[in-house]
């Protein structure tokens, strides 16, 4: 179960879209509502939690677009995976750099995800699969730090022109990898306008959930070299001094400051 403290963190982040929590099911969650509305996109599904308190489940039948092959719901299909569709959109050059995308997309194992849950994290009643935040960029700062801050994990960002959901929804999940993508840059999240240009998409998968909450606990979300007050500014001129100090005891030399 989300712990009452990582939900105050998350909210504690003041994004203008809610962190919203996923879970992954094989069988028809108990207790929870099945979406009820206008047929979505999968990533269009993140935005509906966003605005509404509802904890809901959808199926593939639920989905408008191509999430539910990033999931395993449905096979590659085979127009498609021919990169014909990547073509048809002046994505890609030829069908076969557009087939590209689908001999390396990852795809979570077909079968095992029927239904999928949606819930704002501030009332998320489950354990989840992954958490999606969407943050202007102080807020991805913090977030992307936390994301090493106690790991050391190296940032990267996976992502292709078109099909992004595979590479926030179920990349991050199979690698056990954070993923971040800029919005404004994506086939599907583009023409569909579901989000303003220049934000940060940000999944956090299980195997990082503990650690990205330990790291929002104990880390300064402003780093001291962003601090203002004078202990600050007097504690990092103290730092920087003992470089030096470690450098002349090393026989070498540092050049930050």
Known sequence: MLSEKAKELFAKLDMEYPAVAI??????????????GEKLAFCQYVKYAQLTDKTFYITK??????????????????????????????????PIAGQQLYQKLPVLLPGTVNYVQFAQVSFCDFDPDLIICVADLPQSDILMRATSYISGDLWESKSSPVISCAWMYAYPVISGKANHITTGYYHGLKRRKTYPAGLRIIAIPFQKIDEVVAA????????????????????????????QEMASELNCSVHLH
């Not at 300064?220 to 500014?233: G, Y």
């Open 61 to 94: 039948d639920d989905d408008a677009c191509y999430g539910q092959m990033a999931l395993g719901m449905i096979p590659k299909p085979a127009v498609t995976a021919s990169g014909q569709a990547g073509y048809d959109f002046e994505v890609y050059r030829t």
């Open 216 to 243: 929002l606990d104990e880390m300064p979300w402003t780093t001291i070299a962003f601090r203002n007050d004078d202990e600050s500014k007097r504690e990092l001129e103290q730092r920087i001094a003992h470089w």
């Open 23 to 36: 879970k992954y099911h094989a069988v028809k969650p108990q207790d929870v509502a099945a979406y009820e």
